[in-house]
């Protein structure tokens, strides 16, 4: 959404700096204050081109790497393509949003599963283990080691499942920055 208001302010003949200043009052919740905070760098005299890269920074996502790439590049060579770049990164971003909204969706499914999963067999251990007669074996020395592997291999599957369902990040464009502000 960020894109592409900056693409209609500086579609306007706003430069990119008074264009991006511009954006900041209407940028979406998820990254106001990284876009209020690169306007500010910019009113305050940063040189754009740090204040841009400490913005990917703060953002660290690829799709954001994406749009400040071409922010640079068009600092760089003031070409007059710079609305039809961010509408393709806006459209682009759009639909990786929604495959990302897909899969957290299939993987929150998963998530449900596995917690369901895992309260049902606790509640089958607590009450197994008020049931003198099952629980016996487990009272000598060889069934507290059987207890304990049996334990150590639930809490381990469990702790892959959970590294099973989360997102792999994809990897930034840009580098980190490591200039001085």
Known sequence: DWTRRLRDVAG????????IVSSAA???????????????????????TTALRIFADE???????QVVAALLLHLR????????????????AAKEVG???????????????IRFMTGFS?????VAAFSGDYMRPYGTGPGQVVMAVLTASFVGLLL?????????????LLNPWRGAP
Request: charged residues 30%; hydrophobic residues 45%; aromatic residues 4%.
């Open 59 to 65: 953002i660290d996502d690829a799709v954001g790497d």
């Open 12 to 19: 306007t003949g706003a430069g990119l700096q008074a264009a």
């Open 99 to 113: 495959m990302r909204k897909e899969a957290d969706a299939e993987r929150a499914s998963a998530r449900f599963s």
């Open 77 to 92: 060579d003031r070409g007059d393509k710079l609305g039809a770049v961010l509408s393709s990164i806006a459209d682009a």
């Open 160 to 172: 892959w499942v959970r590294a099973m369902t989360r997102p792999v990040r994809p990897p930034r």
């Open 26 to 48: 209407t940028a979406p919740p998820p990254i106001a204050d990284e876009v209020r905070r690169l306007a500010a760098r910019l009113q305050a005299g940063w040189h754009a």
């Open 122 to 126: 606790v509640l089958v251990v607590a």
